[in-house]
């Protein structure tokens, strides 16, 4: 009964959905939750652009992307960041919202549009993998190394490396058994983290990923060629 033009659509509605949710629950202190449903909201942003390409979309949908990624992973990150602690905490939030403003600008105005740059290459580390690593980073180290793990993200973000896109490039080379394995390692260890509510743990778990995601994601963009 839904329209496939629509499916893009309701995929970034709940990103945003996701992203005012995990305002409240870090306003209400649960930050574990609130970087939870985040992760979420990654999972329903790594497929709205998919389903757009393959069944079309509305007018209003690339706007309303840009919204939910803008509030998921800038604002909820930075509001973390805020509910840290620590007198300069406002001012590291501030700036790392900045830098995730900028860097969904500067994608839709310049990246979309350049030539040199090819199909699933990011000009950046993407906002998504940059939340992640303020989101890991506020569940296992102080709020003065919390502001510097910011930083480190904003540069990343902002600068001129490039990073491959996890679903359209990285994604589809993964064998399916080591796709399927890795799957059911990653459900074993949230299950684990769940049972035992190790939140460091589960900030640990978050930062690797991100990690690891960098390094595989340089590999492949050397792998097609593309100039660094």
Same mark, same amino acid.
């Given at each position: 009964?839904?329209?496939?033009?629509?499916?893009?659509?309701?995929?970034?509605?709940?990103?945003?959905?996701?992203?005012?949710?995990?305002?409240?629950?870090?306003?209400?202190? $649960?930050?574990?939750?609130?970087?939870?449903?985040?992760?979420?909201?990654?999972?329903?942003?790594?497929?709205?652009? @998919?389903?757009?390409?393959?069944?079309?979309?509305?007018?209003?949908?690339?706007?309303? #992307? #840009?919204?939910? #990624?803008?509030?998921?992973?800038?604002?909820?990150?930075?509001?973390?960041?805020?509910?840290?602690?620590?007198?300069?905490?406002?001012?590291?939030?501030?700036?790392?919202?900045?830098?995730?403003? $900028?860097?969904?600008?500067?994608?839709?105005?310049?990246?979309?549009?350049?030539?040199?740059?090819?199909?699933?290459?990011?000009?950046?580390?993407?906002?998504?993998?940059?939340?992640?690593?303020?989101?890991?980073?506020?569940?296992?180290?102080?709020?003065?190394?919390?502001?510097?793990?910011?930083?480190?993200?904003?540069?990343?973000?902002?600068?001129?490396?490039?990073?491959?896109?996890?679903? @359209?490039? +990285?994604?589809?080379? +993964?064998?399916?058994?080591?796709?399927?394995?890795?799957?059911?390692?990653?459900?074993?260890?949230?299950?684990?983290?769940?049972?035992?509510?190790?939140?460091?743990?589960?900030?640990?778990?978050?930062?690797?990923?991100?990690?690891?995601?960098?390094?595989?994601?340089?590999?492949?963009?050397?792998?097609?060629?593309?100039?660094?």
């Amino acid at each position: 009964f839904v329209p496939n033009r629509l499916y893009a659509d309701i995929l970034s509605t709940l990103n945003f959905g996701c992203g005012i949710t995990s305002l409240v629950l870090t306003h209400n202190g $649960y930050f574990a939750w609130a970087i939870s449903i985040i992760i979420v909201g990654q999972l329903f942003d790594l497929f709205d652009g @998919r389903m757009a390409e393959k069944h079309g979309g509305t007018k209003y949908g690339p706007y309303l #992307d #840009d919204i939910a #990624d803008f509030v998921s992973f800038g604002l909820a990150p930075a509001y973390v960041i805020i509910k840290s602690g620590g007198n300069f905490a406002w001012l590291f939030a501030f700036i790392f919202f900045t830098g995730v403003a $900028y860097r969904l600008v500067r994608f839709i105005a310049v990246d979309k549009k350049r030539t040199d740059l090819p199909d699933g290459i990011f000009n950046g580390l993407p906002s998504p993998a940059g939340a992640l690593i303020v989101l890991g980073a506020a569940l296992v180290v102080q709020s003065y190394l919390l502001w510097a793990f910011a930083l480190l993200s904003v540069g990343l973000m902002v600068s001129h490396i490039r990073f491959a896109h996890f679903g @359209r490039v +990285i994604l589809k080379q +993964i064998p399916k058994p080591l796709f399927f394995i890795i799957c059911s390692s990653i459900t074993v260890t949230i299950a684990f983290v769940l049972k035992t509510k190790n939140v460091q743990m589960f900030g640990y778990l978050i930062l690797s990923s991100v990690f690891l995601y960098m390094i595989v994601g340089r590999k492949w963009v050397h792998k097609f060629g593309s100039s660094a």
